[in-house]
């Protein structure tokens, strides 16, 4: 762990001039009165209490894989099953290609008329310009299919997704609106899906059927080369598998210097006033560059162990080559293998390797999909608002409201009574203010005359009807609500105007812009 000495570790002589950091070589010796030398010194106690109290995190939860596709329809799972078909054709034309360059290196082996050679090789090469068209065909489809598929679920959720979030109680975004979760949830959650379940899918079939034909294809042509190929290649992944792990383990201590450094400069630029006061500029350039010195170390660490993994990588993948192409010698001059059926067995081998690993880099997109799909998934299943929106209406409305025994507490508080045996008439056409201290209640009157929410106990009454028989939307469009935070959205100032009555006429617009 890096202990920062801190912004004011040491204080210089006053009369010491400035001096630039590089030909600063030790630090001021005179102690500063900002120091707290406990802090640094941390009680192994302490420290080991610290690590008692951390535990493991579980990982997060998530949905199995099929069930992203839970909103495909009959179309997307036509879309699906063609695109796998192709990834599938795609991946193993690769492989096929190896078989007719087999061919051609025989060829250049073989004694015989230039015609009869010429004849062979244009064989050849038009099988090769076929193959390369199905690659193009078969690519196209499977890109196209997958994405579109994408789309088409994506949609579907997004859709669902809102449909659900503007069904819920005003309490829910009390409780879970001002977080952002509902925003990044659609924004980002619906991004990670798609990229699970579109092109990525297709990518990842293609390149496991790359996997396994090349596997097929290399026993088939030299079991004794492919075999050599198995053996040696867990050797180089090993290779590089234990660079990238000390490589993780010093990019983390370089995250944490830097950190340091970072700190070290925030902290300056933020008591610059106290910095200059005592002036310690001195002592804040040398803090400074002492703590980037441990990033130049992690830095020569890193090109060290990297430079050396990619050595070892690359050297033990030669020396592969080489003890593949020795023991191809020896079948080829026993006539148990053609030199071209060796060179197709170790690209074929090579090449199904390479298709594993481009397969493995999709399982990060196919975690944080999955992840995505839990938290969003849980929001769709989520059940829809409790309030009665059906019920009657009056003939007319004469205005006359009433509170009568209402008791009433958020949903998001609920230990916090807001009204408690709350009675309040309003006659018809009386202008009535609410004065009370802060927290008393007055804010809410509103929003339970609206029906956001209903009381615990009580009753709220329009004309002697409680408002819970009312018809909800019908009540809404009685009471007009000018609140002390307007909102105005993202329309023109006429549809802003007419938000509320989108039958309204221009006349009736210009009057209400003229009222107000």
Partial sequence: MMISRGLFGWSPPHIQPLTPVSEVSEPPESPSPYLDTSADAVPVEMEEEMEEVEEIEPPPAAVPFSRLFAYADRLDWVLMVVGSLAAAAHGTALVVYLHYFAKIIQLLGHQGSDELLFHKFKELALSIVYIAVGVFAFGWIEVSCWILTGERQTAVIRSKYVQVLLNQDMSFFDTYGNNGDIVSQVLSDVLLIQSALSEKVGNYIHNMATFFSGLVFGFFN????????????????????????????????????????????EQAMSYIRTLYAFTNETLAKYSYATSLQATLRYGILISLVQGLGLGFTYGLSICSCALQLWVGRFLVTHRKASGGEIIAAIFAIILSG???????????????????????????????????????????????IEFRNVYFSYLSRPEIPILSGFYLTVPARKTVALVGRNGSGKSSIIPLMERFYDPTLGEVLLDGENIKSLNLQWLRNQIGLVTQEPALLSLSIRDNIAYGRSNATSDQIEEAAKIA
């Fill in 354 to 400: 390479l298709g594993l690993n481009q397969a493995a880099t999709n399982f990060y997109s196919f975690e944080q999909g999955r992840i995505a799909a839990y938290r969003l998934y849980e929001m769709i299943s989520r059940s829809g608002s409790t309030v009665n929106q059906d019920g009657s209406t009056l003939i007319s409305v004469q205005g006359n």
């Fill in 222 to 265: 030299c079991w004794q080369i492919a075999l050599i190929t198995l053996v040696t290649g867990p050797f180089i992944v090993a290779a590089g598998g234990i660079s990238n792990i000390f490589l993780h383990r010093l990019a983390e201590n370089i995250q944490d210097a830097y950190a340091e450094a970072a700190s070290i400069a």
